[in-house]
């Protein structure tokens, strides 16, 4: 009885004391770019995504495919693609398929502050900065705002003020650039473009180098929604698909473990109460490591029998020698995991030749060696009887590709 009132009263103690730490600490933020929807920090992107989710008049739609992806599944038909990354990289296909799906009509607005230089190249422009500034918005950064304009006459002619820690960036374009190939849509306070447009055929790339006003500092950071809501009127007239893909916890720190521990350990307060619930785990073994029963008797676990089962339906099909309904079997299961683990449903679609072409890409393998097999297990529903050697090779063939 004693030793619970002091374990009682230690764990009470404790909680006690951290309560009134805590209360005492004054609250940190992390300044940290993430733009993820879910992140109420000052950088995090959760403000903005429910201003879209309740005020958009089509259907906001989020995602974490690459642009390629969507593509191909044909789910950018009919949509509009909005992008908020600290760095826009990608690869020479998405760049392509990015612009394709612009010029088939459909508006893109792309919020970077670092482009891949082939993007760039391509399009002709790069991002500059007019000074070094730190993400932490100290006192300087506080007092010293920089003021951004929209150019075009179709929007209203007036000006937003946001701190100069969030709007350093500006495109440069090259002298080359003709006049009907880019626009521009938004100036700063030097008369640098800072959001630029790219007409292509039926749609319009639209660029812009401050990703940090379309965070949560950024839109709580006194009247400037009507910036971010002039910018989103190039993508108002269709459904808006938001991937989330390109931006910073799901591209640039994919490294970084997404586990629910390192969630918890990143928020004060979860890991505090982590620790208090550790340690009262720790008093508790140690008050209660004395036994209070009787030892446990050892029951012997029941026989496992699962092999012998195994060998008699071996046994079985040996018997039989039925090689073709053992491939017919082994074909169901291949393709039930090709089907979760690519995407290839190899029961229900044709097998031509753009088939073999998207599953050589997908399982690098040739597409000749791909043809070679299905037309060896084509000819096996036709054939009721298959050698072992022929079995056991199309077997290994299809284990290779798993």
Known sequence: MKKKIIYVTVVLTLIILIFFINKQTPVRFIWKPTYSTKDKQPYGAYAFDKILETSWEKDYIHTHQRIIDLEENNELEGKNLLIVTESFYLSNDEIGALLEFVKRGGNALIVAKYYIPDFCEKLGFRVSYETKFDISLDKKHEESFDTLR??????????????????????????????????????????????????????????????LVFTNYGILNGGNNGFIGSALAFVKDKPLIRSEYYHSGYYSDSKKSSSPLSHVMSQRSLKWALYVTFFTIALFMIFTAKRKQKPIPVVKPPPNKILDFVRSIASLYLHKNNNSDIIHK??????????????????????????????????????????????????????????DDRMMKLITQMKKIK
Not at 157 to 175: E, G, H, N
Not at 373 to 379: A, I, K, V
């Open 150 to 211: 929209f150019n075009s006459p179709f929007f209203q002619q007036k000006s937003y003020q946001f701190p100069s820690a969030i709007t350093p960036a500006y495109f440069y374009l090259q002298k080359e650039q003709r006049r009907d190939s880019v626009f521009v849509i938004a100036k700063n306070q030097e008369k640098h473009p800072v959001m630029i447009g790219f007409p292509m055929k039926k749609g319009n790339l639209i660029l812009f180098c401050n990703p």
């Open 330 to 387: 082994k074909y169901i299961y291949w393709a039930d995991s090709l089907k979760h683990k690519y995407g290839l449903d190899i029961i229900n679609e044709k097998h031509n030749a753009d088939f073999f072409e998207r599953f050589a890409s997908k399982t690098g393998q040739s597409t000749s060696s791909i043809q070679e097999l299905f037309r060896y297990l084509d000819e096996i529903y036709e054939d009721t009887r298959v050698s």
